[in-house]
């Protein structure tokens, strides 16, 4: 709230609305969830240990940070944060069911993830060609994420279990989308607070040409 001019004895509050800077939240919230996740697919930790930072950090975090987003007129940004929210709140009701016994007889869990996730890969793709336009850093992140999503939809109809095959190839994909994520997070806070470029982002891949 900040006080604006006095006119004729009376002193009129004027209200500025302050939206800080959503990115670092939005990507430590991703970098922490893909991390964990990755270590398990990798079959290095056990699993369901990823599934409570799916629900609120990775999807409730980061759905949140995206309507921020929208407040300050961000759309690609907005658009990734609260559809990777979505997604992790998804696929942890998705395992839950499974691990509750809640789901209906002949569930397979494995072909169904494979299915949730098919639909994600298509929506990254397009989402991925998008980072063309924004930095190299944006888009080794899109580009890594594609990766896990291409091997673990192979992994999951070849039914294949953490630390073997296709879905141990998407937990070290997405170990490496986490510290892109990581850098993106620290890129953002630190240029932030001092005002200038101090981690490097790379400048688009792509530029069009604005419409006369």
Not at 24 to 32: D, E, I, Q
Not at 55 to 79: D, H, I, L, P, S
Not at 162 to 183: E, F, K
Request: hydrophobic share 55%; glycine share 10%; proline share 2%.
């Amino acid at each position: 709230m900040g006080l604006g001019s006095v006119d004729a004895g009376v002193r009129v509050a004027v209200e500025k609305e302050l939206v800080a800077e959503v990115g670092p939240h939005g990507l430590s919230s991703f970098f922490v969830t893909t991390f964990v996740l990755a270590v398990h697919l990798t079959n290095w930790a056990p699993d369901v240990i990823w599934i409570g930072l799916a629900v609120f950090y990775g999807g409730v975090g980061q759905f949140v940070a995206g309507m921020w987003e929208f407040k300050r007129g961000n759309v690609f940004v907005a658009t990734s944060y609260s559809s990777y929210g979505c997604y992790w709140m998804g696929v942890a009701m998705l395992m839950l069911l499974d691990k509750l016994g809640l789901a209906p007889a002949g569930f397979d869990s494995m072909k169904a993830l494979g299915w949730f996730l098919s639909a994600f890969l298509v929506f990254n793709t397009y989402m991925t060609f998008l980072t063309l336009l924004l930095s190299k850093v944006a888009f080794l992140t899109f580009f890594l994420l594609e990766l896990f999503f291409v091997f673990l939809v192979i992994g999951c109809f070849r039914n294949d279990a953490p630390g073997h095959g296709w879905t141990a190839a998407s937990g070290y994909a997405l170990l490496l989308t986490s510290i892109a994520a990581l850098y993106m997070s620290a890129a953002s806070m630190f240029n932030t607070l001092a005002n200038r470029t101090v981690l490097w982002g790379g400048s688009p891949l792509l530029t069009l040409s604005k419409a006369e």
